[in-house]
T-cell receptor, first 115, second 107 residues
Framework: ETGVTQTPRHLVMGMTNKKSLKCEQH?????MYWYKQSAKKPLELMFV???????ENNSVPSRFSPECPNSSHLFLHLHTLQPEDSALYLC??????????????FGSGTRLTVV | SQKIEQNSEALNIQEGKTATLTCNYT??????LQWYRQDPGRGPVFLLL?????KEKRKERLKVTFDTTLKQSLFHITASQPADSATYLC??????FGAGTRLTVKP
């Protein structure tokens, strides 16, 4: 375990479902991130939270809705997804937003399949 | 637009040789660059960070160089082992990643 825990590890959902991905870190980090990783494509940064405030939203469709209730937890709420949203969703955290000292710590990801 | 390119999608080398992976970028001036390792079904794991004023950084069998004139970073694994087989990702200062190079070290 890296210190960043993501649940569930696998998720299959229909296009009309609503589900949530959960991320938890107890590393004392102040910044948390959601990334999307599709096959043969670079990781795409979706959202950035710093000190529980959303500081970046990279043109992500509204069917993805993040929530950061405290510095240790991050959620990604999903609704009315499309098949092309199927991917590995990774959560990461860092000591501060730059991650310049120790890099970023990633969870193992949630493999999402939209049917 | 900003672009990050890792030299090849896959690299195969023989055990004991040095693996060299390349990360090139355009339209960007990062203050630092990071390298990560990713195994199948897992998240990336941080390996090394190099700042723009550093030419080279080493950690055990790993060496990273950073040439801001060429806009390029090289990542070397010396005395490679089959356990080094993985995908290696570079990331620029604002956490934009390259697509990665899948390294396979054959015994």
């Amino acid at each position: 375990e890296t210190g960043v825990t993501q649940t569930p590890r696998h998720l299959v959902m229909g296009m009309t479902n609503k589900k949530s991905l959960k991320c938890e870190q107890h590393l004392g980090h102040n910044a948390m991130y959601w990334y999307k990783q599709s096959a043969k494509k670079p990781l795409e940064l979706m959202f950035v939270y710093s000190l529980e405030e959303r500081v970046e939203n990279n043109s992500v469709p509204s069917r993805f809705s993040p929530e950061c209730p405290n510095s240790s937890h991050l959620f990604l709420h999903l609704h009315t997804l499309q098949p092309e949203d199927s991917a590995l969703y990774l959560c990461a955290s860092s000591q501060d937003r730059s991650g310049v000292y120790y890099g970023y710590t990633f969870g193992s990801g949630t493999r999402l399949t939209v049917v | 637009s900003q672009k990050i390119e890792q030299n090849s999608e896959a690299l195969n080398i023989q055990e004991g040789k040095t693996a060299t992976l390349t990360c090139n970028y355009t339209n960007y001036s990062p203050a630092y660059l990071q390298w990560y390792r990713q195994d199948p079904g897992r998240g990336p794991v941080f390996l090394l960070l190099i700042r723009e004023n550093e030419k080279e950084k080493r950690k055990e069998r790993l060496k990273v160089t950073f040439d801001t004139t060429l806009k390029q970073s090289l990542f070397h694994i010396t005395a490679s082992q089959p356990a080094d087989s993985a995908t290696y990702l570079c990331a620029l200062g604002d956490m934009r990643f390259g697509a990665g190079t899948r390294l396979t070290v054959k015994p």
